[in-house]
């Protein structure tokens, strides 16, 4: 039986697949002679070809909507590149699984036929870019006198660190030929339209997937900012650190800037947000009988500190019974132990510790592309029950929180959600169910 909390979250997720969102946003016009993309409408000329590329968690399932769509009314070719077991069955475009989140050497062969491709389309052709998170690792080059196993060692040292997804992108823009915005510049003069999910915060263009086909605003310098601040200098490996130090010099050219006539060709759309799924979460908790609270839809922070926030909140919340607090976003975590977990696991943790044994307080936080950090679970759920089960197997929770070893906890004592892969990607929901105290 699903429980009323993993309910609200299954429902939310379900309102940003790709199935609902590809419908909302590609459609062909009556005389079939035009597609129309986000309410755009792009005709499609003698001779031209339409091709679809894709990147990303979601973009395997973006792009069978989008088969369904188009190809009753034109051919279409091309190629998607997802995370592994986030494929789904593709009738006219080819597709590569490769390694996420940290690149492996599918990643590096899926870049090198993205721009491949690339050199095949032409000025009168369209060019659709899929694009959801995941894709900063899905399509990943090596810099010229490094190797994938030192960029392999950046992607860890950043997912490590602290930085956020803004940051940690800034970074990879600038070690790559496809990413902030050099994807569209290998692509001109053709017509560029990206239909993007937002895994970002703020949904920012340029960052999500790491912006293949969007002027980007970030520089060399601001890259190295990113290392120092961070005390990551002796961490990464030195060929990219260099890498880094030569375009802040000016000896490798910038990615393209906003304002950039390079990048006339190309248009760049939202299909699906976090703020969607919130709404449709919202709409789920009334269903159920809760009274529905959004707090917020732009969380960033320390795992451990929007934990404290959360129950803070919950604690403090005086409106009616029961009640649905809602939360989206992406927080971060500095992982200084060697155990199992990912960010909402680790969230989960901290928010049971706190709530302590109030039978009254439910937490769920989960990634609603069904994946957390490097392990086969999409985030926990926790109440005081959790607890109860831990204590009577003799389980410390503390420990487990300390050594960042949340899904070995969740694995004993319970808790762990566990949905397979989404196919869908617009970041994180918390939600805490406020149950009427017992009389």
């Known amino acids: 039986m699903i429980s009323d909390i993993e309910r609200i979250f299954l429902d939310a997720v379900a309102a940003v697949h790709p199935a609902q969102l590809m419908q909302n946003n590609i459609t062909v016009s009556p005389d079939r002679q035009s597609i129309v993309i986000a309410g755009a409408t792009y005709p499609v000329l003698p001779g031209s070809r339409i091709w ?4 990303g968690k979601a973009s395997s399932a973006m792009a069978r909507e989008a088969e369904q769509i188009l190809t009753p009314s034109f051919p279409i070719q091309g190629f998607i590149v997802t995370k592994t077991g986030h494929t789904v069955p593709l009738k006219y475009l080819e597709q590569m699984e490769a390694g996420h989140p940290v690149p492996d050497q599918n990643s590096v062969a899926a870049t090198v036929k993205m721009q491949a491709i690339a050199k095949q389309v032409g000025a009168r052709d369209i060019v659709l870019l899929l694009l959801s998170g995941g894709a900063s690792a899905l399509l990943t080059d090596v810099p010229p006198g490094s190797s994938l196993e030192e960029v392999q060692q950046l992607f860890e040292v950043l997912l490590k660190s602290g930085a956020d997804i803004r940051e940690m992108n800034i970074v990879r823009k600038h070690l790559s030929a496809v990413k902030g915005g050099q994807l569209a510049r290998l692509l001109a003069p053709a017509t560029v339209c990206t239909l993007a999910l937002s895994d970002v915060v703020g949904d920012d263009l340029s960052i999500i997937g790491s912006g293949p086909t969007v002027a980007d605003p970030s520089t060399f310098a601001e890259s190295l900012e990113i290392i120092r601040r961070y005390r990551l200098g002796d961490k990464i490996p030195a060929a990219l650190l260099q890498w880094l130090q030569n375009g802040a010099a000016g000896k490798i050219p910038e990615t393209p800037k906003p304002g950039s006539q390079e990048l006339a060709h190309v248009h760049n759309y939202l299909a699906g947000t976090n703020s969607i799924a919130l709404a449709a979460a919202e709409a789920s908790a009334i269903r159920l009988g809760y009274h529905p609270v959004l707090l917020s839809n732009t969380v960033t922070g320390n795992v451990e500190d929007v934990a404290a926030w959360l129950i803070e909140t919950a604690k403090a919340y005086k409106g009616p019974l029961p009640a649905c607090l809602l939360a989206g976003g992406e927080t971060t975590v500095v992982v200084t132990g060697n155990g199992t977990g990912g960010r909402n696991q ?10 302590g044994n109030n039978p009254n307080i439910i937490v769920l936080s989960g990634g609603t592309d069904g994946s957390d950090g490097p392990t086969n ?10 607890f109860s089960r831990a204590q009577e197997a003799g389980i410390n929770a503390v420990d487990y929180l300390r050594n960042h070893d949340a899904w070995t906890f969740f694995s004993k004592a319970g808790g762990l959600l566990v949905t397979g892969a989404t196919t869908t990607n617009v970041m994180d929901l918390m939600i805490v169910l406020l ?5």
């Open 435 to 439: 149950t009427a105290p017992q009389p």
């Open 377 to 386: 679970a999409a985030g926990a759920i926790v109440d005081a029950s959790t």
């Open 346 to 355: 680790q969230l989960a943790l901290k928010a049971g510790i706190l709530a």
């Open 52 to 55: 679809i590329l894709g990147a």
